[in-house]
């Protein structure tokens, strides 16, 4: 039987190199992985294009989402060759939901939708108070060197609503991360109750895959290995 496969799936603004540190644990660990370039356009065409590399990979697959990726996660997680869903501080929607827009009763929110900047169709992030609610927590260099790779994304991906709910059928696990200034670690304890997911909690900020990666590739090369 062939071992299954870690899929990486990044969040807002990113790319598939912000799991290069989790890429290189895993490695280590004797897991194989994939992290995915996602066009971060709109839903759809995010959850096509990580559908598209399931389709390649052809292999059972571990699906791991941070934050946006999540959403992409959600959709695409139906998918025949996917046996788990890993979310890190990950928005797991429901029906009818976006990024922008959960149904989670009143609960604490945060100052992302204050940092970002609009330009015509494009979403960006201030780079003072973006840099602190993504990567308050990280190092100079690591914030530094993230922060200059950014890239604004699609007005479209705030509205995107999933096709599917993977986590109704499929196992999850949820990392909460107890620190994120980001999405609120409360609506992250929410999300995984709903989908009855096994939950860690972490003590470090919305970016853990730039902050802990040996963290993150246990949690994943566990999750691999618990199918194997």
Known sequence: MTAPLAV???????????FDG???ALVER????????????????DTAA??????????????VGHSYGGAVVTGAGT???VRELVFLAAFALDDGESVSR?????????????????????IGLDPVL?????????????????????????????????G???WRGVPSTYAVCTADEAVHPERQRAMAARAGARTVEWNCGHSPAATCPEAVADLVAERVRALG
């Open 50 to 63: 990580l559908r598209s590399a399931l389709d390649a990979a052809g292999r059972p697959a571990v699906l």
């Open 30 to 45: 004797g897991v194989d992985s994939l992290a995915v370039d996602l066009p971060l356009t709109d839903l759809p065409a």
């Open 79 to 81: 998918h025949p060759l």
């Open 8 to 18: 990486l799936v990044h969040g807002l603004w990113h790319g598939a190199w912000c």
């Open 102 to 122: 959960t149904r989670l009763g009143d609960l604490p929110d945060t100052r992302l939708a204050e940092a970002m900047v609009v330009s015509g169709d494009e």
């Open 130 to 162: 973006g840099a602190r609610l993504l990567y308050g927590d990280a190092p100079f260099e690591v914030a530094a060197a993230a922060l200059a790779r950014l890239r604004p994304v699609g007005r479209q991906v705030f509205r995107g609503v999933p």
């Open 22 to 24: 989790v890429r290189a």
């Open 164 to 166: 599917s709910i993977a």
